[in-house]
């Protein structure tokens, strides 16, 4: 780290691997903009930082535009700059619904949380960005590795995990003008809330019901941390994190 504070929104910091990346740039003396749903969740994860860490606790819902004005509003008036946003606010939408029978509102719910909310939040960033001085700044979205390969019934999740991989590419070459990387992390099984259900049998694509290893999400904060402090002349476009032992690979 340079000594100059650099600053950081993490969207969905109030659990999971928003949390864990949240903890590991303030333990790093980055100062921190927590964003979420969630008051409650959001203050654990400042008090879990420590009382030295520099946080601002900011509930939004990432789907709405106003919210989203207010989030990066809050952040500039406290520090008055942006260098980082982990573009993290995820939902994976109800699980076992066969395409067929997937309702419109299950649907929606997702691309609305996973792409819209994404672009939403990478749009204000990316105009602070571009207007502050001195200009530039990083946007890391949080990808998947079904941004590669799906999951059984997994239609929604997957679809925005495919776009959100082209928002990334956009950005990156809308960004180059303003000193604006741009690149996408790729999370396979980390351990989470969302990923309790892996550990004691997920359908496969075979149809059968199997366990499936997970890893530390400190360890992708830890990737997340690295690809952010990168000096803006390089950047990490994609990188994939995932259990070592996971079917991943040989999925399907």
């Given at each position: 780290?340079d000594?100059v504070?650099r600053i950081?929104v993490?969207?969905?910091?109030?659990?999971g691997?928003?949390?864990s990346?949240?903890l590991e740039?303030?333990g790093a003396?980055?100062?921190v903009?927590l964003?979420g749903?969630?008051?409650?969740?959001?203050q654990?994860t400042?008090?879990?930082?420590?009382?030295?860490?520099?946080?601002?606790?900011?509930?939004?819902?990432?789907?709405?535009p106003?919210?989203?004005?207010a989030l990066?509003g809050?952040?500039?008036e406290r520090?008055?700059?942006v260098?980082l946003?982990?573009?993290?606010?995820g939902t994976?939408?109800?699980?076992g619904?066969?395409?067929?029978?997937l309702?419109h509102?299950a649907?929606?719910k997702v691309v609305d949380v996973n792409l819209?909310?994404a672009?939403?939040?990478?749009q204000a960033?990316?105009?602070?960005m571009?207007?502050?001085?001195p200009?530039?700044g990083?946007?890391?979205?949080?990808?998947s590795?079904?941004?590669?390969t799906p999951?059984?019934?997994s239609?929604?999740?997957?679809?925005t995990?495919h776009?959100?991989?082209?928002?990334?590419?956009?950005?990156?070459?809308?960004?180059r003008?303003?000193?604006?990387?741009?690149?996408?992390i790729?999370i396979?099984?980390a351990a989470?809330d969302?990923?309790?259900?892996m550990?004691?049998?997920?359908r496969?694509?075979?149809?059968?019901l199997?366990?499936?290893?997970?890893m530390?999400?400190a360890?992708v904060a830890r990737?997340v941390?690295?690809?952010?402090?990168?000096?803006l002349e390089?950047n990490?476009?994609?990188a994939t994190?995932l259990?070592t032992n996971?079917?991943?690979?040989?999925?399907?």
């Amino acid at each position: 780290m340079d000594d100059v504070r650099r600053i950081a929104v993490v969207t969905g910091a109030g659990s999971g691997i928003g949390r864990s990346v949240a903890l590991e740039l303030a333990g790093a003396g980055w100062a921190v903009a927590l964003a979420g749903r969630r008051a409650g969740a959001l203050q654990e994860t400042a008090e879990l930082a420590g009382g030295d860490a520099d946080t601002l606790c900011v509930p939004a819902d990432v789907t709405e535009p106003d919210a989203v004005a207010a989030l990066f509003g809050a952040v500039r008036e406290r520090w008055g700059r942006v260098d980082l946003l982990f573009n993290n606010a995820g939902t994976f939408g109800p699980g076992g619904i066969p395409f067929a029978d997937l309702p419109h509102e299950a649907w929606r719910k997702v691309v609305d949380v996973n792409l819209t909310g994404a672009f939403l939040c990478a749009q204000a960033a990316f105009r602070q960005m571009r207007d502050q001085d001195p200009q530039g700044g990083r946007i890391i979205n949080n990808g998947s590795i079904s941004a590669h390969t799906p999951r059984p019934d997994s239609a929604p999740y997957t679809a925005t995990k495919h776009a959100l991989t082209g928002l990334t590419k956009s950005i990156s070459l809308d960004g180059r003008p303003y000193s604006i990387a741009c690149g996408q992390i790729d999370i396979g099984n980390a351990a989470t809330d969302m990923t309790l259900a892996m550990q004691s049998g997920v359908r496969q694509a075979s149809g059968e019901l199997a366990a499936e290893p997970v890893m530390d999400a400190a360890d992708v904060a830890r990737t997340v941390r690295h690809m952010a402090e990168l000096p803006l002349e390089a950047n990490v476009q994609f990188a994939t994190v995932l259990a070592t032992n996971m079917p991943y690979i040989g999925r399907g």
